[in-house]
């Protein structure tokens, strides 16, 4: 599952949705801000490979997996 795809899965209920925690919590262990993680969700930007591998630590998932080489 690519990025966009894991965090348009995750719940937007009313709240602290799901996917503003995991927003609020990606953007902590980056050192970005909310207004990055949403363009690298939106395919706007593409962070760098560094960003790339604490994202995957941060959501469980391997690099490979949530940023595939595009072709």
């Known amino acids: 599952m690519v990025f966009s795809e894991y ?16 927003v609020l919590e990606i953007a902590e262990a980056t050192c970005r801000n909310e207004t990055a993680v949403y363009a690298w969700i939106n395919g706007d930007r593409e962070p760098d490979m560094l960003v790339k591998k ?10 490979e997996e949530l940023f595939p080489e595009k072709k």
């Open 7 to 22: 965090m348009n899965s995750l719940s937007t209920k009313t709240g602290i949705s799901e996917k503003r925690a995991k």
């Open 54 to 63: 604490t994202i995957a630590a941060v959501v469980n998932i391997p690099v």
